[in-house]
């Protein structure tokens, strides 16, 4: 009786062991099964001063800087956004992005497909937040959100001022792969921008 129990036990401990090794491989490849791919097509370059984002973005608060939105819901109380951000950083049409007349898949598609495929959802929380046509705080010139080339994630934990980062440095990786530049160097852990510089 003792061996059987222990033989029992034996293929339990091996099952269980089996699925633990298997499990986080079959979850870490789900969106990917969905059909999203990281494409990097058509990235604009990243822009450095004041300059360079005006050639490649045109002047704060025009039309291409809100003309693409998509939803992105927050982790931790479940409420979703409706982030606004320039075209020519997502819209073009892939397996899991339908076409939004933009002329890139850097944000919609990679940097969100990759945080999704890598299951870091759970580490944007609320508050995300994209375009929007107002001066950087205490200043007097355009806030890089103005240009819709800036995006606050998780800005409930992650607030300016900040010089540390409990949530958004899970997966700031995967934004600054894809050109994006963290704000996390000017104490606002919440912010990337696609531009240096400014």
């Not at 298997?22 to 450095?48: C, E, K, M, T």
């Not at 704060?60 to 982030?83: E, H, L």
């Not at 580490?123 to 995006?151: E, P, Q």
Request: charged share 15%; aromatic share 14%.
């Amino acid at each position: 009786m003792r061996v059987r129990m222990g033989s029992s036990w034996g293929r339990w401990t091996g099952v269980v062991a089996a699925i633990a090794l298997v499990l986080p491989l079959i979850l870490a490849f789900h969106w990917g099964q969905l059909g999203w791919r990281d494409r990097h097509y058509n990235y604009p370059s990243r822009p450095d001063g004041y300059t360079q984002l005006v050639n490649r973005f045109g002047q704060p608060c025009n039309s291409a800087a809100k003309a693409i939105a998509m939803a992105w819901r927050a982790d931790d109380n479940g409420q979703t956004y409706t982030v606004r951000f320039h075209k020519k950083l997502g819209g073009y049409p892939t397996e899991m992005i339908s076409n939004k007349g933009g002329t890139s898949t850097n944000l919609d598609n990679d940097v969100y497909g990759h945080i999704q495929n890598e299951h870091l959802q759970p580490y944007v929380d609320h508050g995300i937040y994209g375009y929007a046509c107002r001066l950087k705080r205490n200043g007097s010139t355009y806030s890089t959100h103005a240009f819709g080339v800036a995006i606050d994630v998780s800005s409930a934990e992650e607030y300016m001022g900040k010089c540390s980062s409990s949530v958004n440095s899970h997966h700031a990786h995967i934004w600054q792969n894809h050109n994006w530049y963290w704000g996390l160097a000017f104490c606002d852990p919440m912010h990337f921008q696609y531009v240096t510089g400014y």
